[in-house]
């Protein structure tokens, strides 16, 4: 529901002037964004009222998911990330490596299970070869013919170019050549070098993630856009985040959707040494969903909820804060339950339109580039 004139008259005029410039379908500035995602009070019905029309004018009321499966072939990873509960270290006792020929028989059980989509990642392992990654694509793509492969980070691909000693063009043509459909846009946590340096300081640096992204791009793969937060960044690293992805988009036009995934705490080496928050409130995630539609509705149509990290039922009420994506059923989800969540690691297709439905909105299964495959009336 649109604010009345009268609710926006009696707010901050800075905030409201960031509403109606939205809402006119004028760009904010990064500095006005900031301003949306301190909002509280009254001004957290107005941002998602403001996110919601937004959002139906973009997309209309059909909310989408991918039938697809997380397959995470190890979690060995010389990284060390704060943030990350997932990982095992060389040498670790419960370090696990898949081979190509398990992601492939994994892929073929997807597909025969009506997925259309395998989202493919895992550590930075001194024990991958330099062909592991070229070799683990042609397996999916023997076992499960038609699947859409949607795979590493540009921290993986940074890896392989590292491991082949090759750039970052050459590395990205030979994983396309070899069965790479698209990418995740994981790997950027917070793109801010200060923040970064607190969280993951052995992580590739926000300009090697961004150039690596524009090459994709550049050369025909799509990705995915995402930003975690609620760890130690503030509004300003959050806006800053949103504002590079946004002229990223302008420029290239790669990005499939934004992901938010919030900071799951519990069991993270980050959260344990005192120096990252307990995560995100109720209301700053209601925030930071809403706030992100009105910043990048002109250029990024597809705002995706996180369901693993904040539960189903609260993933349905953000169908009202400018979100029209409810991801994938994924089959396994082993990232965010090593950090501690506890919602899950997969979503039956009812399940989800169930969810949707409830809504009041209309559902729709998806490919991984937004398709429609059917909807559910």
Same mark, same amino acid.
């Given at each position: ?33 900031? =301003?949306?995602? +301190? ?17 139906? +004018? @973009? ?36 370090? &696990?490596?898949? /081979?190509? !020929?398990?992601? *492939?028989? =994994?892929? %073929? %059980?997807?597909? +025969? ?10 550590? $930075? ?7 592991? #990654? ?24 940074? &890896?392989?170019?590292?491991? =082949?000693?090759?750039? $970052? ?19 950027? !946590? ?20 961004? %150039?690596?992204?524009?090459? @994709? ?7 995915? /856009?995402?930003?975690? &937060? ?68 002109? &250029? ?21 804060? *400018? ?10 989800? /082993?990232?965010? +339950?090593?950090?501690?969540?506890? #919602?899950?690691?997969?979503? /039956? ?16 299964? =998806? ?11």
């Amino acid at each position: 529901m649109l604010p009345s004139e009268g609710l926006l008259r009696s707010l901050d005029p800075e905030f409201s002037g960031a509403i109606d410039a939205a809402l006119d379908g004028r760009d904010i500035s990064e500095a006005e964004l900031v =301003r949306l995602l +301190r909002a509280r009070g009254p001004e957290v019905h107005v941002l998602v009222g403001a996110a919601d029309e937004l959002r139906r +004018r @973009a997309v209309g009321d059909v909310v989408t998911f991918v039938v697809n499966r997380n397959i995470n072939f190890t979690n060995e990873c010389t990284l060390s990330c704060g943030f990350c509960a997932f990982s095992r270290r060389p040498g670790d006792p419960e370090v &696990y490596l898949m /081979s190509p !020929e398990e992601v *492939g028989r =994994r892929a %073929e %059980e997807a597909q +025969r299970a009506g997925a259309t989509e395998v989202c493919v990642q895992g550590g $930075i392992s001194p024990s991958l070869g330099p062909d592991y #990654y070229t070799s683990l694509l042609r397996e999916v793509k023997r076992r499960a013919p038609g699947i859409h492969v949607h795979a590493f980070s540009p921290q993986e691909v940074h &890896y392989y170019a590292s491991m =082949r000693g090759i750039g $970052i063009r050459e590395a990205l043509a030979e994983l396309r050549d070899a069965g790479l459909d698209s990418m995740p846009g994981t790997a950027a !946590e917070i793109l801010d070098d200060d923040v970064r340096r607190i969280i993951a300081p052995r992580k590739i640096s926000t300009h090697r993630w961004v %150039e690596i992204v524009e090459e @994709a791009h550049r050369m025909g793969i799509p990705t995915t /856009s995402t930003m975690m &937060y609620g760890h130690v960044e503030g509004p300003e690293h959050r806006a800053r985040h949103l504002a590079l992805l946004r002229d990223l988009q302008s420029r290239t036009h790669g990005f499939t959707e934004f992901v938010l995934l919030p900071f799951v705490h519990q069991n993270t080496p980050i959260y344990r040494s005192g120096t990252a928050r307990p995560g995100s409130t109720g209301v700053e995630d209601v925030v930071v969903h809403a706030a992100s539609r009105v910043f990048l509705n002109n &250029y990024i149509r597809n705002i995706q909820v996180s369901w693993p990290k904040l539960g189903p039922k609260f993933s349905q009420l953000l169908l009202e804060a *400018g979100v029209n994506d409810m991801g994938g059923t994924l089959m396994e989800e /082993s990232i965010s +339950r090593s950090a501690g969540a506890s #919602y899950g690691e997969s979503m /039956s297709p009812g399940e989800i339109v169930r969810l949707i439905r409830d809504a009041g909105r209309r559902p729709a299964q =998806r490919d991984t580039t937004y398709g429609i495959i059917r909807y559910y009336d």
